[in-house]
C-alpha cells in the first residue's frame, strides 16, 4: 500500500461548474477525513467518515458541497456551482480509528476562475 | 479568535540550534496532534498525545492538559527540518480537528 492517494492533483475550473475530487485511503483504514487549506492558512475539518457512515460535518460545508464514501473505501467530494472563495487545496486523510494517527493525501488544488 | 494559536509564526535558525515552537488551545481535547508540512502541500503527522512528552529521533513533543498548551521541540536542527509545522487539537465533544496556522521554520545551513 502506497498510502492516501487523491485525484486530481490539481483542477482548474471556471465559476458555476461542478467538480468531484477522489479520495483513496490506506486499505483498512476505517477513518476518513476532508479538509479544507487556503494558502497561509492551516487546514480546515471539513467532515469526516467512520466507514461509510458521515459522522460530522462542518459548517464550513455549504449546501454545495456533498461527501460520500459508498462502500466505505474511497470517498468522493463534489463541489456544485463552484464560487472563486472555493479555490484552494482540499486534503485527504485516513486513520486506522479514532485514536491513530491521521496519513494525509498529496491534496487536490483546485483553482475558480 | 481561533481554537488554537501558535507561536512563532515565522522562526529562522542557525543550524545546529534547538528550537521550541509552542501551541495553545481553549477547547477541551482527547487528543494534540503535530504536523509537519512541506512545499508543495505534502503533510506529515509527526506526533500524535493527550498527556506527557513523546520523542522521535531530534522532535520531542510535550503537552500540559491544565495549562492547556503543547511545544514541539527539535534538538540540533537542520536544513531539511524547514517547513511549516502545524498544531491540531481534536476536540473531546465531537471528532472535530481544530489548526493552528501554523509555524514556517527555515534552518540556515
Known amino acids: 500500500d502506497t498510502g492516501v492517494s487523491q485525484d486530481p492533483r490539481h483542477k482548474i475550473t471556471k465559476r458555476g461548474q461542478n467538480v468531484t475530487f477522489r479520495c483513496d485511503p490506506i486499505s483498512e483504514h476505517n477513518r476518513l477525513y476532508w479538509y479544507r487549506q487556503t494558502l497561509g492558512q492551516g487546514p480546515e475539518f471539513l467532515t469526516y467518515?467512520?466507514?461509510?457512515?458521515?459522522?460530522?460535518k462542518s459548517r464550513l460545508l455549504s449546501d454545495r458541497f456533498s461527501a460520500e464514501r459508498p462502500k466505505g473505501s474511497f470517498s468522493t467530494l463534489e463541489i456544485q456551482r463552484t464560487e472563486q472563495g472555493d479555490s484552494a487545496m482540499y486534503l485527504c486523510?485516513?486513520?486506522?480509528?479514532?485514536?491513530?494517527?491521521?496519513?494525509f493525501g498529496p491534496g487536490t488544488r483546485l483553482t475558480v476562475l | 479568535k481561533n481554537e488554537v494559536e501558535q507561536s512563532p509564526q515565522n522562526l529562522t535558525a542557525q543550524e545546529g540550534e534547538f528550537i521550541t515552537i509552542n501551541c495553545s488551545y481553549s477547547v477541551g481535547i482527547s487528543a494534540l496532534h503535530w504536523l509537519q508540512q512541506h512545499p508543495g502541500g505534502g503533510i506529515v503527522s509527526l506526533f500524535m498525545?493527550?498527556?506527557g512528552k513523546k520523542k522521535h529521533g531530534r522532535l520531542i513533543a510535550t503537552i500540559n492538559i491544565q495549562e492547556k498548551h503543547s511545544s514541539l521541540h527539535i534538538t540540533a536542527s537542520h536544513p531539511r527540518d524547514s517547513a511549516v509545522y502545524i498544531c491540531a487539537a481534536r476536540s473531546n465533544t465531537g471528532n472535530q480537528f481544530y489548526f493552528g496556522t501554523g509555524t514556517s521554520l527555515t534552518v540556515i545551513p
Open positions: 486523510a485516513s486513520s486506522l480509528n479514532r485514536d491513530h494517527e491521521q496519513f
Open positions: 467518515f467512520q466507514n461509510e457512515a458521515q459522522l460530522e
Open positions: 498525545l493527550s498527556s
